[in-house]
């Protein structure tokens, strides 16, 4: 085992914490991977698939990244993002609606592409990417009832979603962490690969590649893989969920030296509902934990 494997496995077994882990160095292939295949919730993760079957479908012709969507009352999703306390009438493009999924992970942004592209599609993109353990058969609506045994049909709407996550946390035996192809899965190595597409173009035009790129290069949430990095060095989608803290993307050290990657973790620890003290310390480790892969792929990894 090499030097920078052996340093995050070890740092990995020491954090007892529940890790899949994969880099891939993207011009030459060389990997590190600890429970590279092991499937995992992806949390918000899921937002980067969704956006490249977006712009396939844009290729294909059914829409303009130009175009507009209003938002309306029924699009409203609680969680991260900004969108669920603007008023109706909002009328952003959908590149806008991308730019919000992913760099501040807002979820009325991706639920209205969802219903845009397919969920189904979007699985069905990864596949004829060969990628065969990303699996997103649910937005985040979908996710939200999983998570507090909801009906998975017909309407719930937003107070009884706020209702739901203020009563109880999110149960570590709902659908939401199911980890198989019946949740928002995946496994390290896949996500890890689909960085690898997106940087070399094999995702979509070299065009559409880069402009996915470039809106994670915005990334308002740095503090984990990039925690420790200088500014500006990585493109990356962060995820979470209660107990699930992740990241994925492009670590790039120079010009045509570019690192992929992709960690998920899973900690059960039981924390009281509502005291933000030991979650804000729980973040904080496995926040720090990241941060030390992502130094030690900066410093090491295929130099």
Excluded at 26 to 37: C, D, H, L, P, S
Excluded at 58 to 87: C, M, N, T, Y
Excluded at 89 to 107: A, F, K, Q, Y
Aim: proline share 5%; charged share 20%; aromatic share 6%.
């Amino acid at each position: 085992m090499d030097k920078p494997t052996q340093r995050i496995t070890d740092l990995i077994a020491a954090s007892g914490v529940d890790v899949g882990f994969a880099a891939i160095k993207v011009e030459t292939g060389q990997q590190i991977a600890v429970n590279g295949a092991t499937l995992f919730p992806t949390a918000s993760t899921f937002k980067v698939p969704v956006m490249v079957e977006i712009y396939a479908q844009a290729r294909q012709g059914k829409f303009k990244i130009s175009d507009r969507i209003a938002f309306q009352e029924p699009h409203r999703v609680i969680g991260s993002g900004v969108i669920q306390a603007l008023g109706v009438g909002l009328n952003p493009t959908i590149r806008d609606l991308m730019m919000l999924m992913i760099i501040v992970s807002d979820n009325t942004a991706t639920d209205i592409l969802c219903d845009l592209v397919g969920s189904a599609n979007v699985t069905a993109r990864m596949r004829a990417l060969g990628l065969q353990d990303i699996h997103t058969p649910a937005a985040c609506h979908g996710l939200f009832r999983r998570a507090w045994s909801m009906p998975l049909e017909g309407p719930v709407g937003y107070a009884d979603y706020k209702a739901a996550s203020k009563a109880a946390p999110m149960p570590f035996t709902s659908g939401a962490y199911s980890r198989d192809s019946s949740n928002n899965t995946a496994s390290a190595i896949d996500m890890a690969q689909l960085m690898v597409l997106i940087q070399q173009a094999k995702a979509g035009t070299a065009e559409d590649c880069a402009d996915m790129i470039a809106i994670m290069e915005y990334q308002h949430y740095q503090t984990r893989v990039p925690r420790f990095l200088p500014a500006g060095s990585v493109a990356n989608k962060t995820g979470s969920l209660r107990g699930l803290r992740n990241d994925a993307g492009l670590i790039r050290r120079a010009p045509g030296d570019t690192i992929a990657f992709a960690m998920f973790t899973f900690d059960d620890t039981d924390l009281p509902h509502g005291n933000s003290r030991q979650l804000v310390e729980a973040n904080a480790r496995i926040e720090t934990l990241m941060g030390e892969v992502g130094q030690i792929l900066w410093d090491d990894f295929a130099c």
